[in-house]
């Protein structure tokens, strides 16, 4: 049973920081490509980054560009999306999600991960 499981979200003032965690089960991480996606209320669920499983080539969304990162250690099976200079426009709950195995690149489109961790909510406060 493949298992994905969120942490790190909270409450956080803009310009602050903050790091997630997404711990990985029942899959063989190392060769999944890994996403980070968010969705806020009355809004479709959006790509924020990706990483992919072989060279560890990332992706972002461009309203993220230069503020957020994303970093694997297949070791722990865990994908992070370190989170700074945060604005109250990435209010939202986030997600990791699974792609693969042996993807090809790294997808920016939701219906093609396969495994969805159940969310952890971030709010930035002005």
């Known amino acids: 049973q493949v298992q994905l499981v969120e942490s790190g979200g909270g409450l956080v003032q803009a310009g602050g920081s903050l790091r997630l965690s997404c711990a990985a089960s029942g899959l063989p991480f190392s060769i999944y490509a890994m996403g980070w996606f968010r969705q806020s209320p009355g809004k479709e669920r959006e790509f924020v980054a990706g990483?992919?499983?072989?060279?560890?080539?990332?992706v972002f969304a461009d309203s993220v560009k230069g503020r957020f990162t994303i970093s694997r250690d297949n070791a722990k099976n865990t994908v992070y999306l370190q989170m700074n200079s945060l604005k109250p426009e990435d209010t939202a709950v986030y997600y990791c999600a699974a792609y693969g195995p042996r993807g090809a690149y790294v997808s920016q489109r939701a219906p093609e991960y396969h495994y969805w961790g159940q969310g952890t909510q971030v709010t930035v406060s002005s």
């Open positions: 990483i992919g499983w072989s060279s560890g080539s990332t």
